[in-house]
Nanobody, 113 residues
Framework: QVQLVESGGGVVQAGGSLRLSCAAS????????MGWYRQAPGKQREMVAL???????NYADSVKGRFVISRDYAKNTVDLQMNSLKPEDTAVYYC???????WGQGTQVTVSS
């Protein structure tokens, strides 16, 4: 049973922007800190950004000032706006619901130089 559904990945040139979106059920969305993680080939999965149910945020140092995480309580979605993308941002991006330990299926982001 799919709990989290991601969308918005793709291929973009360095310096460009992409917006990822993660849709969840209302119960999952309302009671979980939500986040985005990423995994590049040959590397461990790493946290990119987190947002609590109260709206508090936390970012990896590598994306601070470039990425913005937000949540839409009307749509039960968590979005990741990615600006000034770099080739090192290339990875599979996963949506995560922290309390219930749910992961999305992942969406590929490729940044070309």
């Amino acid at each position: 049973q799919v709990q989290l559904v991601e969308s918005g990945g793709g291929v973009v040139q360095a310096g460009g922007s992409l917006r990822l979106s993660c849709a969840a059920s209302k119960i999952i969305f309302s009671f979980n800190t939500m986040g985005w993680y990423r995994q590049a080939p040959g590397k461990q999965r790493e946290m990119v950004a987190l947002i609590t149910s109260a709206g508090g945020t936390n970012y990896a140092d590598s994306v601070k000032g470039r990425f913005v995480i937000s949540r839409d309580y009307a749509k039960n979605t968590v979005d990741l706006q990615m600006n000034s993308l770099k080739p090192e941002d290339t990875a599979v991006y996963y949506c995560y619901a922290a309390r219930d330990h749910y992961w999305g299926q992942g969406t590929q982001v490729t940044v070309s130089s």
